[in-house]
């Protein structure tokens, strides 16, 4: 090489990484699972099955994203240990119980979008407890493991690195937390109510660097929401 030639261009690891990593898409599998239902359901709705014999398919997706997310439990590490104390639980379960409550007050009309079109567990008047059980089950126990990772573990630090895992909860930059709480209020129907518990949830991830802060608290919200659905008949609020 002469003096005169340019030095080899010395590559950037980070300009050639995939914007998805496998660690992403181990987090967003399951979430895509839990989305493609959902689409199946209006599907379905539209080809005149009944929104009655249509209240099962919540089960299956349940499972369905149960079985996902145990197949790529093996990825999740932050979850393979329980890193809560017992203080930090109780603020959580505070936390949980704070978003329900705003959950069923933040709920005029401009704070709602669209009509939604609810849960409806009774059969000829009466309720069907299986169905009742499972949909709370299933909102209160699988519900937010499979959404803190998407949201929280993933997205929020995604948005600060590609390589999202190098990102640690408590550095996660503000502009990230807030377009995420964004992204998961319109998510909901209440979409006011969505964004106040994803900067809930998102508040707790960073200051106890856990996923199973927000994890717990996601649980108790969804818990407590749906008991006070089966206790006041407001069916919509499924």
């Known amino acids: 090489m002469s003096d ?45 099955v009944p929104a009655a014999s249509l209240r099962w398919l919540y089960a299956v997706k349940i499972v369905a994203v149960s079985v996902t997310l145990l197949m790529c439990w093996r990825h999740y590490t932050e979850l393979h240990t329980w890193r809560l104390s017992p203080a930090w639980a109780a603020l959580a379960v505070l936390a949980g119980l704070a978003v329900f409550a705003l959950w069923i007050g933040l709920d005029a009309g401009w704070m709602v979008v669209g009509t ?84 809930a949830y998102s508040l707790l991830y960073m200051r106890q660097t856990t996923l199973w802060a927000p994890i717990l608290a996601h649980g108790i ?8 659905i089966v206790h006041s008949a407001n069916w919509s609020y499924w």
């Not at 914007?19 to 967003?28: G, K, S």
């Not at 919200?221 to 006070?228: A, C, E, I, M, R």
């Open 4 to 48: 005169r030639d340019p030095p080899s261009a010395i590559p950037d690891p980070a300009a050639s990484a995939p914007m998805l990593n496998h660690a992403a898409w181990m987090r967003i599998l399951p979430f895509l699972v839990y989305l493609l239902f959902i689409v199946i359901n209006d599907v379905l709705g539209r080809c005149g």
């Open 221 to 228: 919200t969804n818990g407590v929401l749906g008991l006070w």
């Open 116 to 199: 939604p079109a609810g849960f409806d567990p009774r059969t000829d008047g009466s309720i069907n407890w299986l169905m009742v059980a499972v949909r709370i089950g299933g909102a209160a126990l699988v519900v937010p493991v499979m959404e803190e990772l998407f949201w929280r573990s993933f997205l929020m630090r995604w948005l600060d690195a590609v390589d999202f895992e190098s990102v640690a909860p408590a550095l996660v930059r503000l502009q990230s937390v807030a377009i995420a709480a964004l992204l998961f209020g319109f998510e909901h129907n209440q979409w006011l109510a969505g964004i106040v518990a994803g900067l």
